[in-house]
């Protein structure tokens, strides 16, 4: 079976650090597109980054721009988000996805609360 496990979410202060991992099972990462989405309560889920799978080319969303980071540990099959000077408004349940042509495979998400 393909699983995408992300981890590494919980309560941190404003103007604080956290680093999500997302590691697969039944596929190999490194083939795939990694994409990082967000979804706050009563919002839609939002794109944050997406990386290639060569590692050629990272998007990034204007919110997280300058704050977020994507890497890959092919040796892992793991992917992290790095995310530096959290503010209120990142709090939401973050999520990893990997792209193949059509096929797309989902984490069941880990919860990012940025509070004081």
């Known amino acids: 079976q393909v699983h995408l496990v992300e981890s590494g979410g919980g309560l941190v202060q404003p103007g604080g650090s956290l680093r999500l991992s997302c590691e697969a099972s039944?596929?190999?990462?490194?083939?795939?597109?990694i994409g990082w989405f967000r979804q706050a309560p009563g919002t839609e889920r939002e794109g944050l980054i997406c990386i290639e799978s060569s590692g050629g080319s990272t998007n990034y969303a204007d919110s997280v721009k300058g704050r977020f980071t994507i890497s890959r540990d092919n040796t892992k099959n793991t992917v992290y988000l790095q995310m530096n000077t959290l503010k209120p408004e990142d709090t939401a349940v973050y999520y990893c996805?990997?792209?193949?042509?059509?096929?797309?495979?989902w984490g069941q998400g880990t919860q990012v609360t940025v509070s004081s």
């Open positions: 039944g596929l190999t990462l490194e083939n795939y597109a």
């Open positions: 996805n990997a792209q193949l042509l059509s096929t797309q495979v």
